[in-house]
């Protein structure tokens, strides 16, 4: 069964900065590709950055320069550092994990799992 367990995030001032965590069962992190998504209030739900099983990594176009996405195997763990944080990354971030070759082709997953509680990130003055 696999399990993922979000954690992190915070009320934040703009401009601030964020480290979410995303701790994975067994060898999930270092087989499937691993992603982060989020869900403002009245939005979808979507992909904000992935980083498939070899190390490569994407993010939406809002985001780059600002968050990180990395992978540390030995601790099981996906992490989302979130810099220079804006309102609008105000949302309930996600993660997830996939088919590593889907996600290559598609740049999104499939996701193994049913969508967890997450973890607000709150980004206000």
């Known amino acids: 069964q696999v399990q993922l367990v979000e954690s992190g995030g915070g009320l934040v001032h703009p401009g601030g900065s964020l480290r979410l965590s995303c701790a994975a069962s067994?060898?999930?992190?270092?087989?499937?590709?691993m992603a982060w998504y989020r869900q403002a209030p009245g939005k979808q739900r979507e992909l904000v950055a992935g980083?498939?099983?070899?190390?490569?990594?994407n993010y939406i176009d809002s985001v780059k320069g600002r968050f990180t996405i990395s992978r540390d195997n030995a601790k099981k763990t996906v992490y989302l550092q979130m810099n220079s944080l804006k309102p609008e990354d105000t949302a309930v971030y996600y993660c997830?994990?996939?088919?590593?070759?889907?996600?290559?082709?598609?740049?999104?997953?499939?996701?193994?799992?049913?969508w967890g509680q997450g973890t607000q990130v709150t980004v206000s003055s």
């Open positions: 980083i498939a099983s070899g190390g490569s990594t």
């Open positions: 997830n994990a996939g088919d590593n070759q889907y996600y290559s082709a598609y740049g999104d997953l499939v996701p193994l799992r049913a």
């Open positions: 067994g060898s999930i992190c270092s087989i499937y590709a």
